[in-house]
């Protein structure tokens, strides 16, 4: 008579340690069978590499969102931690009458403390940042007086614009700031493109404003 189940007679051939291994085996098999079926699919990876901005003097920081030179850094909300690299967003291409600012540095890092936050009908905000020590030599005298001796930092296109010059170019921004923004009395880094203001004495300012945080 042919025995209908050959397998199982072979295995009960087998000595207890020889069982004891290839059940091992088989239950071995079937884990990671099962585990290849449940295992979550892992997306692509995200290059974080920014190219440093063109500041000598000055620690930088990016975007904890990847930057492409068509997409702005400051479309999501503020960052919980400081990158350590300086990367400009779109944000400079619509800044009005851009030639009224004299670019000193495409973009840098500073902190500080917010001691006012003032609303601009062009649409920016004035943020004047009483910068940590470290940072006084990014001040020029046009600082001192309606500047409070402060650092003015603009986010530009966050408000509505009244000022005629301004409307279109604000118009034309497809992702201004959507975030937060800084409130008096917090203490802040931030990142921007680093600027004399020639139609206010030179005051240094960072315009446009890139991105933040709370130091």
Known sequence: MVDPNPWIS???????????????VVFAFVVLTI????????????????ATGASPTVAAATSLAPVSPS????????????????????QDR??????????????????????????EADGDLHILLAVDPKYARLLTPANRGEELGDLVVEPVCVRSVSQADAKGTCASDPDPFRGSFPVVGEAVWMDGRYVFDLEHGGWAELHPLYRWGDK
Request: with cysteine.
């Open 10 to 24: 072979d295995v009960k051939l087998l000595s207890p340690s020889s069982r004891l291994v290839l059940a091992a």
């Open 71 to 90: 997409v702005s850094a400051l479309s999501s909300a503020k960052p919980t931690t400081k990158p350590s690299v300086c990367k400009p967003t779109d």
């Open 94 to 119: 619509y800044v009005y009458n851009p030639s009224r600012l004299a670019v000193q540095a495409a973009c840098i890092h500073v902190s500080g403390t917010v001691e006012a936050v003032r609303h």
């Open 35 to 50: 585990v290849g079926r449940i295992r979550p699919q892992v997306g692509g990876t995200v290059d974080l590499g920014f």
